[in-house]
């Protein structure tokens, strides 16, 4: 079965960082694309990040480009973001997802059929 786990969400400082994970079981992360959104209360779904397979490029969203950066540890079947100089407009529930996309649109949530369940990231003072 299928299953993405996320974590490492929590409440930070505007400025601060934190690093998630998101843990793949059922199949091996490193054989699948894997990316990154979040949402808002009251937003649309957003395309944070995304690693392909094709030598494992990676893409950004305009809003992250710069703070936030993917990777991969394959040998912990775990894909990361590290989140930099975070934002209280970057408060959202962070979500991980697989799926078939075509790179150049990743970031069309509905190309992705297995979606984690999520993890709070709240940047306040």
């Known amino acids: 079965q299928v299953q993405l786990v996320e974590s490492g969400g929590g409440l930070v400082q505007p400025g601060e960082s934190l690093r998630l994970s998101c843990t793949a079981s059922g199949f091996t992360l490193a054989y699948s694309p894997i990316a990154w959104f979040r949402q808002a209360p009251g937003k649309e779904r957003e395309g944070l990040s995304y690693?392909?397979?094709?030598?494992?490029?990676?893409y950004y969203g305009d809003s992250v480009k710069g703070r936030f950066t993917i990777s991969r540890d394959n040998a912990k079947n775990t894909v990361f973001l590290q989140t930099n100089s975070l934002k209280p407009e970057d408060t959202a529930v962070y979500y991980c997802?697989?799926?078939?996309?075509?790179?150049?649109?990743?970031?069309?949530?509905?190309?992705?059929?297995?979606w984690g369940q999520g993890t709070q990231v709240t940047v306040s003072s």
């Open positions: 690693i392909s397979i094709t030598e494992g490029r990676t």
């Open positions: 997802a697989t799926g078939r996309p075509v790179d150049s649109r990743w970031y069309r949530a509905y190309e992705y059929d297995a």
